[in-house]
């Protein structure tokens, strides 16, 4: 049989990505403030089990077991992220030291480890006294957040160098405040269009505020992109695609490379549209240093006259395998196309893998061990693809794999796992390294993996 190694280029960051609400716990303890997570998770049906994250992984408590779990699978980059209402609990005002002595722990520990943290400062978990005034859809939260960002990045300026503004605005505009599947659980197209400018906005002042705190800062944001393809050759499947992929894609990363928002889905959504006043575009556009992309499935679309969204539906061919996660084709191609689909459209700018992995019915053997050769080959496959978009001169130069354990999966509670480490909820949080926990220290020590 042949074998081949692949290898990555020297100083390849490979990782692996959690966020503050789905692992820290410790939810009412050191002055932290309510998020519109613990809000939301506390509602009745809002999530799969009816779980929340009050306690999760309990990171909080046991942090330096992780970093000592991520050191023992030659984890040399973590992305994590900071709760916002640790620091301010009304999200504004007097900063609460002791949220941030816990990341001053945590990142000391990582340090000492050889791990270098890359801080996300918003993963979705808002503190709920500004939902109160208006989240997102008003204007006045994109100056909070500037709020939060100067005294965050001021205060590890000496240690943490890559930061990330945003994780996944589509996900937190459009499912928190259009499909009310995420919190703060809304059912609004204007609010979810505001929420998503806002946010970008955020993004573009925030800029100039942490250049300013950190010299030598790398800046980005994080999308979530999908492969978009049409199901057939029919003109509406055609159409629905090419909304699908403005609104889920472009909207959302032209604005950030100078092309403003989609002429074709601003004539769609019409008087739905918020308020973009004179300048905006120009400062959502400022610089950043790279792109982070959240990669986890191809979508392919029909149309749907009965959606008021965009007017289309995902569908699914039955030969095409799918995650545990049903509604995620395993698709490694389309992550290769938007790698490359990126390059042609803005440039070759540095571009990060900030998160990919899927989800499996795990269980502990009778060995004791997790074996996940699904997720193993899973990832594999997506490692190749980004692997091939390198050797056609695609400047990617990390993969940071979801998750590092299983964890809180927002609205699924603790119904799907996606982590290489496996979290027993049923015996203390005891965590337990997967076949794919050890795939990925392979991975890290040899800089690349082999592939038959």
């Not at 990505?17 to 789905?22: E, V």
């Not at 309510?34 to 089990?49: L, P, R």
């Not at 490379?257 to 019409?270: A, D, L, N, Q, R």
């Not at 998160?355 to 193993?376: F, L, Y």
């Amino acid at each position: 049989m042949y074998t081949e190694f692949l290898s990555f280029p020297a100083g390849f960051a490979w990782g692996a990505a959690t966020a503050s609400y789905q692992i820290e716990g410790a939810a009412n303890e050191d002055g932290k403030g309510k998020s519109i997570w613990d809000v939301f998770s506390h509602a009745e049906g809002t999530v799969a089990d009816g779980e929340n994250g009050d306690i999760a992984c309990d990171h909080y408590h046991r942090y330096r077991e992780d970093a000592d779990l991520m050191r023992g699978l030659g984890i040399k980059h973590y992305r994590c992220s900071i709760s916002w209402p640790r620091i301010f609990p009304e999200g504004r005002g007097a900063a609460n030291r002791k949220g941030l002595d816990f990341y001053d722990r945590l990142f000391d520990a990582c340090l000492e480890r050889g791990i270098t943290p890359w801080v996300t400062l918003f993963h979705w978990d808002l503190p709920a006294a500004l939902q109160e005034a208006g989240g997102f859809a008003g204007r006045d939260c994109a100056g909070r957040f500037c709020e939060y960002a100067d005294t965050v990045t001021g205060f590890f300026a000496d240690r943490i160098k890559n930061w990330i503004t945003f994780n996944e605005p589509w996900v937190y505009s459009f499912c928190g405040h259009l499909y009310g599947v995420h919190a703060p659980g809304l059912k609004d197209l204007p609010s979810a269009l505001a929420a998503a400018h806002h946010i970008l906005l955020a993004h573009g002042e925030s800029l100039a505020v942490i250049r300013n705190n950190v010299p030598g800062a790398k800046i980005g944001i994080v999308n979530n992109l999908a492969w978009i393809e049409n199901a057939t050759n029919a003109p509406e499947d055609i159409e629905a695609a090419k909304r699908w992929d403005l609104a889920f894609n472009r909207w959302f990363m032209d604005p950030l490379f100078g092309k403003g928002y989609p002429e074709e889905m601003v004539s769609w959504y019409g008087g739905n549209m918020p308020e973009v006043k004179s300048g905006d575009l120009s400062v959502i556009a400022g610089a950043t240093d790279f792109l982070g992309i959240n990669y986890y499935t191809r979508r392919l679309v029909a149309g749907d006259p009965e959606d008021r969204h965009i007017g289309a539906k995902q569908v699914y061919r039955p030969h095409i395998k799918r995650a545990e996660f049903e509604e995620w084709e395993w698709y490694p191609e389309g992550l290769y196309k938007t790698l490359r689909d990126v390059k042609e459209r803005y440039g070759n700018i540095p571009v990060y893998i900030t998160e990919n992995g899927t989800t499996c019915d795990d269980r502990i053997s009778a060995d004791g061990c997790i074996h996940d050769p699904d997720r193993v080959e899973f990832l594999r496959r997506h490692f190749a693809a980004v692997w091939q978009a390198i050797k056609e001169d695609c400047d990617v130069r990390g993969y940071f794999v979801w998750s590092l354990y299983d964890n809180f999966e927002w609205g699924f509670g603790f119904t799907k796992r996606f982590g290489v480490v496996y979290l027993d909820r049923e015996n203390n949080l005891r965590r337990i390294v997967k076949d794919s926990g050890h795939f990925i220290a392979d991975v890290c020590t040899n800089n690349g993996f082999s592939v038959d």
